[in-house]
């Protein structure tokens, strides 16, 4: 029998559940949300994982996650899971996964790119998954997550 | 198998769209192309928007375009046309498709050609977007050197100058890595060429090797490119004063060379290269800016659906 320390984070009556993030994605995941300054909520960092070694988890009572915003959470952690609680049920449950490329979310790191001009929305491909990294169709710049300044 | 229809319509914006039968193709139609005197592109009009001067890649479009028997319309300065009135060039673009059937672009931004293609209609080059591209240029610089070499497989080249910012070095240092290059990279140590490129080279295993001086590398060069330092790029004047003079080439170096060494430079040179180099016969770099419109025409051929084949 395993003895793996356990937790204690209590249950949501509704919300949303943010697991499996990579371990210390969790606040920056939070701060790239800007979820209402009155918002409850719980979050884990370094937990023991069986995926990987270490995973960080957010829960969030009351508020349910945009597709927009999911998203941006699976820019910083692709692999996360995202379940959607009402009643304390798990109402639907996602893997978030990285797309090929994408529109709008972070801002092209190159000052004298077009997109900052134009206030088009930005068009990335992604290029790498750990770290995730991207590049800019329109200047073709490549930079990585830690970079990446979000909308 | 690049046939005509692959270039039919298509925007030239990049030269990282372009692989390497797809650049053969093209260097073989440009060859086809320089005696082409037929009208092939009679009434048509290719619309240029030079948000930023350049008048040597215009007057060399407006020549191809005009020696096909086509026209050439546009403004060459951002500061007399839309833009100054604060229109976007999505929307300068979306009007002036229907004037052209091609558009020409030049703009101070990275990554406004590809914006530009999006929204028109036509087909849109490149022709130099900020640091970014100058896909006809590498083109050009291609073709002068399976020109004046006879070949461009394996060839030893060897770049001089200023490698940090010159957007032509970057743009050919990658394409030639379809052609089993040798590269030697010499410039002043904070000019060196971006360490995202240096890892591209190595990842794409690129023969690439830096020195500091340019006398010991040339013996066994095939090209030399040169390009301009510029003196803005110095914060420290005698710097620069070193700089210019030790990023030089001239006759009593290439004594050193082989004797079929072609020398490039994209133009315009400065000191770097002083007028008694002029008369070697592999002084290529005028060749180089005649063959420019060669190698324009068969873009605009192409793109408008005229190979440039012989009918008869
Ligand atoms: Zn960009």
Redesign the interface.
């Given at each position: 029998m395993s003895r793996q320390p356990t937790y204690k984070v209590s249950a949501l009556t509704q919300g949303t559940v943010l697991d499996h993030l990579r371990a210390r994605s969790a606040l920056r995941a939070l701060r790239v949300l800007r979820l209402p300054p009155d918002t409850t909520i719980m979050v884990g960092v370094n937990l023991p994982s069986k995926r990987h070694e270490r995973k960080d988890l957010i829960k969030i009572e009351g508020y349910e996650l945009t597709q927009e915003e999911a998203a941006k959470v699976a820019l910083i952690s692709p692999d996360a899971t995202l379940s959607i609680i009402r009643e304390y049920d798990v109402v639907q449950k996602t893997e978030l996964t990285l797309p090929v490329t994408f529109r709008g979310l972070i801002r092209?790191v190159?000052p004298?790119?077009?997109?900052h001009?134009?206030?088009?929305p930005g068009l990335f491909r992604v290029e790498g998954n750990d770290p995730v990294s991207v590049r800019?169709?329109?200047?073709?710049?490549?930079f990585a997550e830690e970079f990446f300044e979000f909308l | 198998m690049v046939s005509n229809s692959d270039f039919v319509g298509r925007d030239i914006i990049s030269v990282g769209d372009f692989g390497r039968e797809e650049l053969l193709f093209l260097l073989d139609a440009a060859d086809r192309f320089e005696s082409e005197t037929r009208p092939l592109l009679a009434g048509k009009v290719a619309a240029a928007l030079f948000f930023e001067p350049s008048t040597r890649t215009r007057l060399s479009f407006e020549s191809a375009m005009g020696r096909l028997g086509g026209c050439c319309i546009g403004f060459a300065e951002g500061g007399v046309s839309s833009q100054a009135k604060g229109e976007t060039l999505a929307d300068t673009v979306r009007v002036v498709e229907g004037y052209g059937d091609l558009i020409l672009i030049r703009h101070p931004r990275e990554g406004s050609a590809r914006l530009a293609a999006e929204f028109a209609g036509v087909p849109v080059v490149n022709c130099g977007d900020g640091a970014h591209q100058h896909p006809t240029q590498t083109f050009v610089d291609l073709y002068t050197m399976r020109r004046e070499c006879k070949r461009l497989d394996g060839l030893h080249v060897v770049f001089v100058g200023d490698l940090r910012y010159g957007r032509t070095v970057h743009s050919l240092v990658t394409t030639l890595g379809h052609f089993d290059a040798r590269l030697t990279l010499v410039s002043p140590s904070f000019l060196r060429l971006p360490k995202e490129l240096r890892r591209e080279l190595q990842e794409r295993e690129v023969d690439f090797t830096e020195a500091q001086k340019v006398e010991p590398v040339i013996a066994d060069a095939d090209v030399i490119y040169v390009t301009r330092i510029q003196r803005e790029r110095f914060t420290d004047p005698l710097e620069f004063e070193k700089a210019k003079d030790a990023f030089r080439i001239d006759n009593t170096m290439l004594h050193k060379a082989q004797p079929g060494v072609a020398i490039l430079h994209p133009l315009p040179r400065v000191n770097e290269i002083p007028p008694e180099v002029d008369s070697h016969p592999h002084a290529a770099y005028f060749r180089q800016a005649h063959y420019g419109v060669a190698v324009r025409k068969a873009i605009l051929g192409l793109l408008l659906g005229q190979a440039g084949e012989d009918t008869a």
């Open positions: 092209c190159n004298s790119c077009i997109v001009e134009e206030r088009v800019c169709e329109y200047c073709e710049t490549s | -």
